[in-house]
């Protein structure tokens, strides 16, 4: 194959002009239509800000209203989600962070395995042999990609009717001499019920929830897919799930992964193997290939894990990282989530050097990739919305989350 793919150089050929005059027109056209769109983004953003900045105004003087007319409830008036007052980056001048336009899509059923297979995804050999990432083919059709995917089909076999294909959100990341700061913003959506839920509600205890993956070393194809490294065709919900059932009946493996229903996220790197092709019918994923315990200590103390900080709605928050499971290692982490004129604001701050095992240190001169996902709508498991590989750097304008020094 390799050889046949070599180019021959008896068919080359010079480039046409007119080809190149096209090209260039092409480009040039759609630079400008891109800087018309950052502009509109832009204005709106302002609009939003200041559609917050009149809400959380009028929060504030009704509870002040309420503190000079009826002193004995003031203490019952405070709430993370009146989006007043925010406490964790209270040191952070968010208007001086340019923040960063991200595009989250609904990715449905497409596992690691999925997009690893010729068969399934067209772009699996330009990933796995040719190097491309995720963004290469796919940063400018994420809205078309989301629409197909959550209107159901061969990577959604349980739709959500009214459920959005894309959410937009804006992503300002800032530090100083200690801590990493990260703000992300997005508009409310409108109540989708999930049908296969009672209730419709899948978590009714959190409209929304946020996590942020950032991705550490020897992972498989890291940096070009980010956290879906950890999205595996046997996690709940997904199409080989395997069930509590067959969880039960592999006590070892149940007992070393703390599982009794369903299979949390994992790494392909802490399993024996992982089945991607699925021939002869056989069950894609690798859950009960589980690697001893001493094996798995070895990856995290060799940084070969997915950093995980998650924030509630309520603006609890939960600091752990991925690889054999999900595991929360209790790392220092402080978080607020608040909803303010129709826009959901979630904050979180982490040291850039935390010391816990599983919490990678954020150093001047490295970039990371780095992944989102959003929760909305009371969503839960694989019923989120996520980012494609997202490039993050202290200080580098180059990278796509460029976080400032204050």
Known sequence: MEKLETPNPAFKREVPQEYLASLKFITEKEAEEEAAEKAAKKAEREAVQAKIATAVEAARAE????????????????????????????????????????????????????????????????????????????????????????????????????????????????????????????PETAHSPAPFVEGGKMDPDNQIKVAMMITGTGIELGEQVGCWASCHADNSYMPFDPGAEAIAANADVAAQLEAKETITKYLTESRTKVEVKGRRGKAQGGWDKLKPAEEIDQLLADGTYLDLLRVYADGTASNGYLLDRRVENGGEMEAEASLAGGVWTVVFSRPLNPGAPGDIPIEPGKTYTVGFAIHDDYAAARFHHVTLNTSLALDDETAQIDVTKQ
């Open 63 to 186: 509870e002040r209203a309420t503190l000079e007319g009826e002193a004995g409830d003031a203490a019952a008036s405070g709430s993370t989600g009146d989006g007043g007052g925010g406490t964790v980056a209270a040191n952070i001048d968010w208007n001086a962070v340019a923040p960063a336009d991200m595009t989250l899509f609904y990715p449905g059923q497409a596992s690691f395995e999925w997009v690893q297979n010729g068969k399934t995804h067209g772009g699996a050999r330009p990933l796995t042999k040719g190097g491309d990432a995720c963004t290469t083919c796919h940063a400018k059709e994420l809205e078309a990609i989301g629409t197909k995917i959550v209107a159901g089909g061969e990577t959604e076999a349980t739709p959500i009717p009214g459920k959005p294909g894309t959410i937009d959100a804006t992503v300002q990341a800032a530090h100083d001499d200690e801590n990493l700061y990260v703000r992300l913003q997005w």
